[in-house]
């Protein structure tokens, strides 16, 4: 979509504006607009009827808003064009604000958040099965692999993905959000964080958005900062205090980077969509650092993968 077809879109939901630009476009194939008329904005949100809905996304801000999560409040929803207005919380995502000052803060804030989201009763939503978890870390062996960089996928990742399956299955079940990372929490004007991009919310294991918070895909891991973090959390969430929370970001990490990596090659090899290619290489980085040293695959992805990645993203 251009902004000529969003402002026509805009007018007919009788939300005429000035202005739309653009914010960002999503791997589901959300695309986020900023509306603007005089000093007023709002955000269009697009989705392709054709390709999926709204639905799911206005049930959870719904119930988000009954347990006062923060969270954007849907103004207006027209299903028939696969249009949402939602409040505009501002740009200030916690890619744009974090730095060594207030990291911690914020990362902590995070964690309340979280926190907050996985406590929330008797929710009716999707749950993650075992099977669920092997076939999106499949991804990484299908898709990134032999698609994408034309490589057989090694036995030794087949190994790490019953593994990561295996542990997950026993971590604790809660509400997940499945992709709450600096992207998607939204630093408001009062220093409060929202979350966005809910609507794959699912009961999954616990360490997913763990990992998603605190092994992040735009800078490299670095353990030992996660200490105090993962501490906090352990104190204030459900976890037994005989867990070492570490492990649950670990196999939380694993799956989440096998998954995503797989992800975003079937975004570019579908969809032509490469705006996240440049993600990849500190994506599977991070994805080999949190592997146990013991395990095989480490020196395949090494030796192997990360040549080969390179390689292709030099290609294209």
């Known amino acids: 979509m251009n902004e000529k077809d969003i402002l026509k879109l805009a007018a007919k939901c009788g939300y005429p504006s000035q202005t739309a630009l653009a914010l960002k476009t999503e791997a589901s194939g959300r695309e986020y607009w900023r509306l603007i008329d005089k000093n007023k904005s709002v955000v269009l949100c697009f989705l392709d009827p054709q390709n999926g809905s709204h639905t799911q996304?206005?049930?959870?801000?719904?119930?988000?808003?009954?347990?006062?999560?923060?969270?954007?409040?849907?103004l207006d929803t027209f299903p028939e064009l696969g249009i949402t207005i939602q409040e505009d919380l501002g740009d200030l995502n916690l890619l744009e604000v974090a730095d060594a000052n207030n990291s911690l803060k914020l990362t902590l804030q995070c964690?309340?958040?979280?926190?907050?989201?996985q406590a929330i009763p008797n929710l009716k939503i999707p749950s993650l099965t075992r099977d669920d978890l092997v076939n999106q870390m499949n991804l990484f062996n299908d898709i990134f692999c032999n698609d994408f960089l034309d490589i057989k996928a090694d036995s030794s990742t087949k190994k790490l993905i019953e593994k990561a399956?295996?542990?997950?299955?026993?971590?604790?079940q809660v509400n997940c959000h499945f992709d709450f990372e600096r992207r998607n929490l939204i630093l408001s004007e009062l220093d409060e964080i929202f979350v966005i991009d809910f609507q794959d919310l699912s009961r999954g294991p616990i360490g997913i958005d763990l990992a998603g918070i605190l092994l992040d895909h735009y800078r490299l891991a670095d353990f030992d900062e996660m200490i105090k973090p993962l501490k906090y959390f352990q104190d204030r969430s459900s976890i037994d205090s005989s867990t070492d929370p570490f492990e649950l970001l670990r196999w939380g990490?694993?799956?989440?980077n096998l998954r995503i990596l797989g992800v975003l090659s079937r975004l570019y090899l579908n969809k032509g969509k490469d705006f996240r290619l440049r993600d990849m290489p500190l994506i599977l980085k991070n994805l080999i650092s949190v592997i146990p040293d013991n395990w095989i695959c480490k020196e395949y992805l090494i030796e192997v993968i990360e040549p080969k990645l390179k390689n292709k993203l030099l290609m294209l």
């Open 57 to 74: 996304f206005i049930k959870i801000a719904k119930i988000f808003s009954d347990h006062e999560i923060n969270s954007p409040k849907i």
């Open 111 to 117: 964690l309340d958040l979280l926190i907050e989201i």
């Open 165 to 172: 399956a295996d542990e997950l299955s026993i971590q604790p």
């Open 253 to 256: 990490g694993v799956q989440r």
